[in-house]
């Protein structure tokens, strides 16, 4: 099981950081990733990092604010977002999968957690 917290409402410019913890479950050995949906809109990619946490890959509308990154012993994925903008605004789920950079394919999925970016 995936859970994803640290959503909420910021101004824009304005930071977040999202985490997911994985609980129930190890994913040992999974590439973890952050997807988002915003109204009216298909789910997109956001980033994905591998397991051991040496490669990571990023959307390009999102490259130089966001930062994925992962704790093993933790067993938490975290995306820290800044320079927030509006279009950011979207429900922001996390996943386990296989697969590392442009081929990382979810698997797992965690609940989705708000992000609200006003302007």
Do not use: H
Request: proline share 3%; net charge positive; hydrophobic share 30%.
């Amino acid at each position: 099981q995936l859970q994803a917290s640290g959503g909420g409402l910021v101004q824009a410019g304005g930071s977040l950081r999202l985490s997911c913890a994985a609980s129930g479950r190890t994913f040992s050995g999974y590439g973890m990733g952050w997807f988002r949906q915003a109204p009216g809109k298909e789910r997109e990619f956001v980033a994905a990092i591998s397991w051991s946490g040496g490669s990571t890959y990023y959307a390009d509308s999102v490259k130089g604010r966001f930062t994925i990154s992962r704790d093993n012993a933790k067993n938490t994925v975290y995306l820290q977002m800044n320079s927030l903008k509006p279009e950011d605004t979207a429900v922001y789920y996390c996943s386990a999968g296989q697969g590392a950079g442009a081929y990382y394919l979810p698997g797992y999925w965690g609940q989705g957690t708000q992000v609200t970016v006003s302007s």
